[in-house]
């Protein structure tokens, strides 16, 4: 299972940035997807889990309705888009999958490798 993040930059603070993450590999169904976050000196933190089970997504706090997600489930892929984005919000962005072989197994969580977001004030 591969998880391939990309969509990161520079970025002035007020702007936007639209983060991809796409799965891929031989693997039964996905049951999130989710983007986390890590700044330096800082312990990684979530930023958004979207069940692709219950069709439910919980943002962190933290977002106060600045970021969205959007899905696309033929292609494996979720996306999450910036706005207003500010100081603060400069980290590494690592989306994160759990998926099942079989519907009865266990759950398998897999990591990207993450993408540098980078604000400028």
């Known amino acids: 299972v591969q998880v391939v993040e990309s969509g990161g930059g520079l970025v002035q603070a007020g702007g936007s940035l639209r983060l991809s993450c796409a799965v891929s590999g031989p693997f039964g169904r996905i049951l999130t997807i989710d983007w986390y976050r890590q700044a330096p000196e800082k312990e990684r933190e979530f930023v958004v889990i979207?069940?692709?089970?219950?069709?439910?997504?919980n943002y962190a706090a933290f977002v106060k309705g600045r970021f969205t997600i959007a899905r696309d489930t033929a292609k494996k892929m979720l996306y999450l888009q910036m706005n207003n984005l500010q100081s603060d919000d400069t980290a590494v962005y690592f989306c994160?999958?759990?998926?099942?072989?079989?519907?009865?197994?266990?759950?398998?969580?897999?990591w990207g490798q993450g993408t540098q977001v980078t604000v400028s004030s």
């Open positions: 994160k999958t759990v998926i099942k072989y079989h519907d009865y197994g266990k759950d398998y969580s897999y």
């Open positions: 979207d069940n692709w089970n219950d069709d439910i997504t």
